[in-house]
């Protein structure tokens, strides 16, 4: 099984700022790997697939770059909705999730 | 655009088996492109796949490791739904559980359901 792990496990960020999240993947993915924003109550949704294509009708101060095994989200100029916890996916063989990074208001 | 609505209890006793249905709108459970899923969400486990069916020519079956041996999904076809069997449930497999559509990424999601494993 491929472990996926984020870091950190909090970030804490004012809003306007830029926010840098982390994923690894125990063995390479290639860019096999997503990223999803959950908010309080509701299931996560898609924002970036393929490592680095942003999904229909995400902003584009949500970017994400990496190959292999690290991977990062970037949120630039963070907006008042952007407060939520964060989870990368791979779907290179099956699929896991990392543990999710919480992105809140500093 | 592809809806999923899940039905099941909500508490189970524990040795028990988990029995969730999710029905599809707006696709085919027999797609040639698709995939339909489980996952369930925890504190403790965070976000966990548990598996998933496909259709290519054949029925194919995949789980995850952790849920292997007590663990069944199944389609059917006559009413565009696929369910999730987890037996020999204890505590820790209360999570809110998700159905969810895709072959890569996640595409659709269901509502989640809650489920408690008491006595």
């Known amino acids: 099984e491929i472990v996926m792990t984020q870091s950190p496990d909090t970030l804490s960020v004012s809003p306007g700022e830029r926010a840098t999240l982390s994923c690894r993947a125990s063995?390479?993915?290639?860019?096999?790997l997503a990223w999803y924003q959950q908010k309080p109550g509701q299931a996560p949704s898609l924002l970036i697939y393929?490592?680095?294509t942003r999904a229909t009708g995400i902003p584009a101060r949500f970017s994400g770059s990496g190959s292999g095994t690290e991977f990062t989200l970037t949120i630039s100029g963070l907006q008042s909705e952007d407060f939520a916890v964060y989870y990368c996916q791979q779907y290179t063989d099956l699929w896991t999730f990392g543990q999710g990074t919480k992105v809140e208001i500093k | 655009q592809v809806q999923l609505q899940q039905s099941g209890p909500g508490l189970v006793k524990p040795s028990q088996t988990l029995s969730l249905t999710c029905a599809i709108s707006?696709?085919?459970?027999?797609?040639?492109?698709?995939?339909w899923n489980w996952i369930r969400q925890s504190p403790s486990r965070g976000l966990e796949w548990l598996g998933r069916?496909?259709?290519?020519?054949?029925?194919?079956?995949d789980y995850a490791d952790s849920v292997k041996s007590r663990t069944t999904i199944n389609p059917d076809t006559s009413k565009n739904q696929f369910s999730l069997h987890l037996n020999y449930v204890t505590p820790e497999d209360t999570a809110v559980y998700y159905c969810?559509?895709?072959?890569?990424?996640?595409?659709?999601w269901g509502q989640g359901t809650l489920v408690t494993v008491s006595s």
């Open positions: 063995q390479s993915v290639s860019s096999n």
């Open positions: 393929d490592a680095s």
């Open positions: 969810a559509g895709g072959a890569g990424t996640i595409d659709s």
């Open positions: 069916t496909y259709y290519r020519s054949k029925w194919y079956y």
């Open positions: 707006g696709d085919s459970v027999s797609s040639n492109s698709g995939a």
